[in-house]
């Protein structure tokens, strides 16, 4: 570059600066910047992306790309992430056939047919890249290139020295990437969920390791005092011998070495219940370890001491929902169904989950609710009423985010909440594609609180109602009464609407407290669903027995069974309902034998269909059991979670193979798993002729509108492509092209 065409940039930046620092805002200011570059450059697009703490790259600004909820490419990853790591410019034509390319979810880049990143390098340190891209395949020409270069280069000073705040400070903001749980965007206090007991602490780590060695100080001077008063109270009661017992907690509690354990974990960054923990159970295993009998049996002295200094800890510092009506983010390493029903839910405004994957029940509850949520995030440093930013689109949460990030996500939740009232207008509309084709949708419940809302978003019935969960959320199992009372609220509700009950399908995931499962290997293979039930059969004599009372006289109440694997399980299962049937007719309760049906979940099940025409009422395929079995990815799993994609061609066939035969057997079919609320999943659906999904309620005015915008006949085109591609990300990216080339980019775009 010659000196003349570095002033002419440096004048062109120079102008264009001045006219961007009118801008009010820092952000506008970029903003003008890039528009200005990409008409001097003549192209399409011109991006500006910043580097963050962990080397991922924030896109800040843009003109040209599509930018409705903040894109993050992660570290080392894409074109743009090479530029920065190579530190070099890349000017290549046909992005996406290049093997570092991103997509860009939602963006429209796939419009873009040429790709010029320049690396913003100032003090040898590289900041961020600016992307210019064009629609034509054609190379940046080189006197553009050096033009773009040196613009980046002042550009790369500029934002060192004045755009601060466009940068998120490390000790500021926490990002954190999980997985999607539930998609949505929601903005709260955290709300650390409670736990019971020592056992049940959870590895959360603080920034701040002098407050928790303060913290550390307070409980401990707590913890003697309260050690001495209880024993004087045992001395003057029952005599200094059985006090001086008490002594050992004393001295536990004063050894050096305990200690110093619990400083160590602070010191690593941990906050102080979990360096409780580990300096509990490290000292226990070794006194665990001991020869002698007696000092073996001190492992309970220090498990005690630890469960009182928890306890203290507990009442001074014990998180309570913070106060007003701010909205709460209730943060977790296992969340239960019940830490949510305990929660109000008009506070509750997103769920992160340390553990767990993206069909999680917990993931499944919160979609139900219409709730944000991530999931698997592992390690993760957050304090009790932290601002917190739950990102279920793109799986990630951020604490306590920069004042820039927090502007951004607050204009994007009050967009979403405008798409959402406009979806909101058509959801008594019904579902009926342009060429006529119904469309039934009905709602997957299970709390009784989703009741209502489902109703006000449109379902028209419900396509599957969890039983457990009404079960999960007790300490004791509920009785033929109770589980009758809670059907029968549900059928008051639904009236004339169809209702599928689904049998209990507990174990896995699903645990009962209070109830005997035994730990496996493989729980997801194993006693789970039906197999469990019909090892425990009066579970289901009671259920049902409840379920034909509370249905008596609905014509339109279904009955399912989950997991069913066999003709054996089936055929067991029938007999066990034709059976209670003619207990309760002997008893005079006037009851009817209920629509029977199966969840295909179990990919054994599938050959088996055409041998019980005669046994079913109807199908209905549970898309993320079905997907787990099929792919052996485990559903739970973060580690395996980025595999699990129910849109991989295996699931897709074998959908179309499960629909085809249902069609041949003139059995009804409908889909319940989360595939029926996944957008580019509903087309490929209704193109293999499935017209009844049930999903979480919240999705039913989004799925309603996409539907009401399209042909049967331009599924089946897209599901006919769909069937030629051999990996999941060119099966969705073909779905999105479709919804973009209807404006029906989900999330993202208003309706026209
Ligand atoms: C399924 O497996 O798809 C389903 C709907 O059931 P659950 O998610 O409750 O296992
Ligand atoms: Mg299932």
Redesign the pocket.
């Known amino acids: 570059m010659s000196q003349n065409s570095s002033e002419s940039a440096f004048t062109k930046l120079t102008q264009i600066i001045q006219s961007a620092a009118k801008a009010n805002t820092i952000e506008a200011q970029v903003q003008h910047i890039v528009e200005a570059i990409s008409e001097t450059l003549l192209v399409d697009v011109c991006s500006l992306y910043l580097r963050q703490p962990d080397d991922s790259l924030r896109l800040v600004a843009s003109r040209g790309l599509i930018r409705n909820h903040p894109v993050v490419i992660p570290s080392k990853q894409g074109l743009v992430g090479q530029v920065m790591q190579q530190q070099n410019t890349i000017n290549i034509k046909d992005p996406d056939q290049h093997p570092g390319y991103f997509y860009v979810a939602n963006s429209e880049e796939e419009q873009f047919h040429s790709f010029c990143g320049v690396p913003l390098v100032y003090r040898a340190q590289v900041n961020g890249v600016l992307v210019a891209q064009s629609r034509r395949a054609e190379l940046l020409p080189s006197d553009h290139v050096a033009l773009f270069s040196t613009l980046a280069t002042h550009l790369a000073m500029l934002i060192a020295t004045y755009s601060k705040d466009l940068f998120v400070s490390p000790s500021e903001a926490k990002l954190y990437q999980g997985i999607s749980g539930a998609q949505g965007v929601a903005l709260g206090k955290a709300f650390i969920r409670k736990e019971s007991g020592l056992a049940e602490i959870q590895k959360l780590k603080t920034d701040d390791v002098g407050t928790e060695q303060t913290r550390w100080v307070s409980l401990k001077a707590e913890a003697m005092n309260e050690l001495r008063e209880e024993r004087d109270t045992v001395c003057s009661t029952l005599g200094e011998g059985l006090a001086s017992v008490l002594d050992a907690y004393q001295m536990l509690l004063k050894d050096a070495t305990f200690e110093q354990r619990i400083m160590d974990e602070v010191a690593q960054g941990y906050q102080l219940p979990w360096a409780i923990r580990q300096a509990v159970s490290f000292f226990s295993d070794k006194f665990k370890e001991m020869d002698d009998p007696y000092l073996r049996a001190r492992h309970e002295d220090i498990e005690q001491l630890g469960a009182k200094l928890y306890q203290i800890w507990q009442r001074t510092s014990e998180p309570q929902a913070p106060a007003g009506n701010e909205p709460l983010i209730l943060v977790g390493d296992q969340i239960s169904v019940s830490d949510i029903v305990n929660l109000a839910t008009d506070r509750l405004a997103g769920i992160v989950c340390f553990g767990g994957g993206s ?1 999680s ?1 917990i993931a ?1 509850f919160a979609n139900a609710l219409g709730i944000p949520a991530v999931m698997g995030l592992g390690e993760v440093s957050v304090q009790n009423s932290e601002q917190v930013v739950v990102d279920g689109d793109a799986g990630q949460v951020i604490c306590s985010p920069a004042k820039s990030a927090l502007r951004e996500y607050k204009r994007i939740i009050s967009e979403r909440q405008t798409l959402a009232n406009r979806l909101q207008a058509d959801s008594q509309l019904p579902a009926v594609t342009k060429d006529n084709v119904r469309v039934t949708l009905l709602a ?1 419940s299970g709390l009784q609180a989703d009741v209502l809302p489902g109703l006000r978003f449109g379902a028209e019935g419900i396509g ?1 109602f ?1 039983t457990e969960v009404p079960f999960m959320v007790r300490s004791s199992l509920p009785s033929e009464d109770d589980q009758e009372k809670i059907y029968r609220s549900l059928i008051s509700h639904y009236k004339d609407k169809p209702i599928y009950f689904r049998t209990l ?1 507990i174990g896995a995931d699903k645990p009962l407290s209070y109830l005997p499962l035994v730990k496996e290997e493989n729980p997801a293979l194993g006693w789970r669903g039906i197999r469990y039930i019909l090892d425990n059969q009066p579970l289901l004599i009671t259920q049902l027995r409840a379920f034909m009372k509370a249905a008596a006289g609905s014509r339109h109440v279904h009955l399912m069974l ?1 997991m069913i694997a066999s003709t054996e399980q089936l055929d067991q299962c029938l007999a066990i309902l034709n059976e209670v049937h003619h207990q309760l007719v002997a008893e005079g309760v006037q009851v009817c034998r209920p629509k029977v049906g199966i ?1 295909v ?1 179990v990919p054994s099940c599938i050959a088996l269909l055409p041998f019980w025409r005669d046994k079913l009422d109807f199908i209905s395929i ?5 997907s787990q079995y099929l792919l052996a990815l485990d559903r739970n799993s973060p580690l395996v979670g980025k595999w699990y994609d129910s849109l991989h061609p295996a699931v897709i066939h074998e959908l179309l193979r499960i629909s085809t035969m249902a069609k041949q057997m003139n059995l009804p079919v409908s889909v ?3 595939m029926a609320s996944d957008p580019v999943a509903v087309i490929l659906l209704l193109g293999m002729g499935i017209q009844q999904l049930s999903m979480s309620a919240a999705k039913i005015p989004l799925i309603k509108w996409i539907l009401r915008s399209i042909t049967r006949e331009q599924a089946g085109e897209l599901l006919a492509e769909a069937l030629q591609q051999d990996n999941a990300s060119a099966i969705r990216q073909l779905g999105q092209q479709f919804l973009a080339s209807k404006q029906l980019l989900f999330n993202e775009t208003t309706p026209k």
Do not use: F, I
Not at 622 to 626: F, S
């Open positions: 069909l029940h499944v997957n599957l969890r399908d989950p969840m979940e549970g898309t993320n059991d079905l319940c798993g989360e």
